[in-house]
């Protein structure tokens, strides 16, 4: 009886363990790092409160956008841009080829670090944007 119980706990226990990779927890607070594309770097500062990012590109880009939490899945936390709540400029061009919105996507790398995904478009070119970010005191 005692050995089929511990058998049991230690199989949940792996499976928990194995599991939670692919659960990803909404990001908190603020996050802060750089965003690249070919030979452009740019500051972002990624602001989370209640389903909601703002995103704010440094001088490089230079514009804040909004995005909304849509989903998690497969690891990633993903939120969806409203260019309606953009300030114009390059947050514009945040959406994917041949469709009115993106996705901003996050990945958490460990405890401390996110990797950030998205795609831009210049004309008709498709810039595939990354980083990595990491937590920042609030001002």
């Known amino acids: 009886m005692y050995v089929r119980y511990v058998r049991t706990a230690a199989c949940a226990t792996l499976l928990m363990v194995l599991m939670a990779p692919a659960f990803a927890a909404q990001p908190q607070g603020r996050l802060q790092g750089l965003v690249s594309q070919a030979n452009t770097d740019a500051p972002l500062t990624a602001t989370f409160n209640s389903g909601t990012v703002l995103l704010h ?31 114009g400029g390059f947050c514009d061009r945040i959406q994917a080829a041949g469709k009115d919105t993106t996705d901003i996507r996050f990945k958490a790398k460990d405890a401390r670090k996110w990797s950030i995904h998205f795609d831009s478009m210049k004309a008709s070119l498709i810039n595939h944007w990354s980083g990595q970010l990491e937590p920042v005191a609030a001002p």
């Open 57 to 87: 590109f440094g001088p490089e880009l230079s514009c804040d956008a909004t995005a909304v939490f849509l989903k998690e899945a497969d690891g990633e936390v993903v939120y969806r841009v409203n260019r309606a709540k953009s300030t």
